[in-house]
């Protein structure tokens, strides 16, 4: 069974840190695009960061620039997101995606259709 299933989300306070996970499972990422998406209370899902597995490109919402940064690890067929300096406009609800034949800066503005596999999403707070 192919899935996706994030883990990592919680409970922070401004400019604190979180590293989300995205684990895939019945299927390599090898030829696929992974991206993160968030999703506010009211708001669009908008990308974050997408990689492609096969050469480590990289890309970022320009309000994440500097703050995220997006790792795979292919031995674990799993894909990290470390988020620093936290904000309390980074709250939402965490999805990752998968896609294949595509590059990172398609990805990231694709829309919740054109996705190969969805997880099912880790809740990120950033509260004080």
């Known amino acids: 069974q192919l899935q996706l299933v994030e883990s990592g989300g919680g409970l922070v306070q401004p400019g604190g840190s979180l590293r989300l996970s995205c684990a895939a499972s019945?299927?390599?990422?090898?030829?696929?695009?992974i991206g993160w998406f968030r999703q506010a209370p009211g708001n669009e899902r908008e990308g974050v960061s997408c990689?492609?597995?096969?050469?480590?490109?990289?890309f970022y919402a320009h309000s994440v620039k500097g703050r995220f940064t997006i790792v795979r690890d292919s031995a674990k067929n799993t894909v990290y997101l470390q988020m620093d300096s936290l904000k309390p406009e980074d709250t939402g609800v965490y999805y990752c995606?998968?896609?294949?034949?595509?590059?990172?800066?398609?990805?990231?503005?694709?829309?919740?259709?054109?996705?190969?596999?969805w997880g099912k999403g880790t809740l990120v707070t950033v509260s004080s």
């Open positions: 995606a998968a896609r294949s034949f595509t590059t990172v800066q398609a990805m990231c503005f694709m829309t919740r259709q054109s996705m190969d596999h």
């Open positions: 019945g299927f390599t990422l090898d030829y696929y695009a």
């Open positions: 990689i492609h597995f096969s050469d480590d490109e990289t």
